[in-house]
């Protein structure tokens, strides 16, 4: 009598599993979350046997997280450690090396393993039971990548949306501003006196340095976005640099300085304004008086910008760094000019960052001494 065939029926059936992998992948939904996706494989293509667990793990920072298991309420997803690991680092399915009864398949998506699908069970599958595996693997790699970009681009038409609402407030106050007093001048020169005229003047200059101030940011941000500030190092003062930045904001009367007169760094000098120009804004804007700190490093120099104002909050922290972000006041702006800063600061290797402080606000700006031409 023949040996009985022990692999799985319905799994080593090569067109039964064809069948079931395209079914399985119609039912995908792309809004679908992770739990959903597993579970859809689970029923369509894998059918494990009861008491079998199936674990999907996504990479998260230095680590990897359980995202999805199958039962929902399954224990254990993190005794495979070693297993997942191994799979991870080797680009293809392992087998737990004690019992056999873990097995772990990597899910690489663009030449980068993006996590792995670990099953637990009572026995080491089958060799069709490892094939639907990494077939369920591949699955799962492409539509956990077609949903994390279906939410970043849902992210990036909330920014754009915002950004054009934003916009579209922010240039038409101080446009506003310049035609109305304009039209008025024009119309009734005769009829106002000179205090009136040099009043309307003085209001359509403010808006005329704001307006451009804003056109700047967005040309700032989109040069960058483009590649096209590319820093020139040279050795230079940082207290001349300091001192430039506090008269480029006008903040003469408020700002102290504190630099050693001979502290030296090679940098771009005009890219560190860039840098530090909008800090300094920011703290004059929220803040009475300013601080501006140069200190030496031992990779180059930090220099500190404190103002006395009501300080960034606390839930915020270094996202403030971040574009359309803003504290929770109502003051005009786009919410670019940190990130700017940031941003622009990145090309001669700045690294921006809340310090926190007993009252207002402090943001430290590391800059690297780039004597070796590198950043």
Same mark, same amino acid.
């Given at each position: 009598?023949?040996?009985?065939?022990?692999?799985?029926?319905?799994?080593?059936?090569?067109?039964?599993?064809?069948?079931?992998?395209?079914?399985?992948?119609?039912?995908?939904?792309?809004?679908?979350?992770?739990?959903?996706?597993?579970?859809?494989?689970?029923?369509?293509?894998?059918?494990?046997?009861?008491?079998?667990?199936?674990?999907?793990?996504?990479?998260?920072?230095?680590?990897?997280?359980?995202?999805?298991?199958?039962?929902?309420?399954?224990?254990?997803?993190?005794?495979?450690?070693?297993?997942l690991h191994r799979a991870m680092s080797a680009g293809h399915?392992?087998?737990?090396?004690?019992?056999?009864?873990?097995?772990?398949?990597?899910?690489?998506?663009?030449?980068?393993?993006?996590?792995?699908?670990?099953?637990?069970?009572?026995?080491?599958?089958?060799?069709?039971?490892?094939?639907?595996?990494?077939?369920?693997?591949?699955?799962?790699?492409?539509?956990?990548?077609?949903?994390?970009?279906?939410?970043?681009?849902?992210?990036?038409?909330r920014v754009r949306s915002n950004f054009v609402a934003r916009?579209?407030?922010?240039?038409?106050?101080?446009?506003?501003?310049?035609?109305?007093?304009?039209?008025?001048?024009?119309?009734?020169?005769?009829?106002?006196?000179?205090?009136?005229?040099?009043?309307?003047?003085? /209001?359509? !200059?403010? &808006?005329?340095?704001?307006?451009?101030?804003? %056109?700047?940011?967005?040309? *700032?941000? $989109?040069? +960058?976005?483009?590649?096209?500030?590319?820093?020139?190092?040279?050795?230079?003062?940082?207290?001349?640099?300091?001192?430039?930045?506090?008269?480029?904001?006008?903040?003469?009367?408020?700002?102290?300085?504190?630099?050693?007169?001979?502290?030296?760094?090679?940098?771009?000098?005009?890219?560190?304004?860039?840098?530090?120009?909008?800090?300094?804004?920011?703290?004059?804007?929220?803040?009475?008086?300013?601080?501006?700190?140069?200190?030496?490093?031992?990779?180059?120099?930090?220099?500190?910008?404190?103002?006395?104002?009501?300080?960034?909050?606390?839930?915020?922290?270094?996202?403030?760094?971040?574009?359309?972000?803003?504290?929770?006041?109502?003051?005009?702006?786009?919410?670019?000019?940190?990130?700017?800063? /940031?941003? !622009?600061? &990145?090309?001669?290797?700045?690294?921006?960052? %809340?310090?926190?402080?007993? *009252?207002? $606000?402090? +943001?430290?700006?590391?800059?690297?001494?780039?004597?070796?031409?590198?950043?």
């Open positions: 009598m023949d040996a009985p065939d022990t692999r799985d029926r319905a799994s080593s059936d090569g067109p039964s599993r064809h069948a079931r992998l395209l079914a399985t992948a119609g039912r995908m939904r792309a809004e679908a979350g992770p739990q959903e996706l597993l579970e859809t494989v689970a029923e369509g293509l894998l059918r494990p046997d009861p008491g079998v667990r199936l674990c999907l793990h996504l990479a998260a920072g230095d680590g990897t997280h359980v995202v999805a298991a199958v039962p929902v309420d399954s224990h254990g997803c993190d005794d495979a450690a070693t297993t399915t392992v087998v737990s090396e004690t019992d056999g009864t873990q097995v772990a398949t990597p899910l690489v998506v663009e030449g980068r393993t993006r996590g792995a699908l670990v099953v637990h069970g009572a026995s080491c599958p089958s060799p069709a039971r490892i094939e639907d595996l990494e077939l369920a693997a591949v699955l799962l790699a492409g539509a956990v990548m077609t949903v994390r970009r279906l939410e970043e681009q849902r992210d990036l038409d916009i579209s407030h922010e240039l038409r106050t101080p446009l506003t501003i310049i035609s109305g007093f304009a039209t008025t001048l024009g119309a009734q020169e005769d009829l106002l006196s000179v205090e009136q005229r040099h009043g309307m003047l003085d /209001r359509i !200059v403010t &808006a005329s340095v704001r307006l451009e101030h804003l %056109v700047e940011e967005v040309l *700032t941000l $989109a040069s +960058v976005d483009l590649g096209h500030t590319i820093p020139d190092p040279v050795p230079c003062l940082v207290r001349d640099v300091l001192d430039l930045v506090v008269h480029d904001q006008g903040g003469e009367d408020r700002c102290t300085v504190t630099c050693a007169g001979d502290l030296r760094l090679t940098t771009d000098p005009v890219v560190a304004r860039l840098v530090l120009g909008p800090i300094v804004e920011n703290a004059l804007e929220h803040g009475d008086r300013v601080e501006l700190e140069g200190r030496a490093t031992p990779t180059g120099v930090t220099v500190t910008v404190t103002d006395d104002g009501p300080g960034i909050p606390a839930d915020l922290g270094d996202a403030i760094f971040e574009r359309f972000v803003r504290g929770h006041d109502r003051s005009p702006g786009f919410g670019l000019g940190l990130s700017t800063a /940031r941003e !622009v600061g &990145a090309t001669i290797g700045a690294v921006l960052s %809340v310090v926190a402080h007993t *009252t207002g $606000a402090r +943001v430290a700006v590391d800059l690297p001494d780039l004597e070796d031409g590198s950043r």
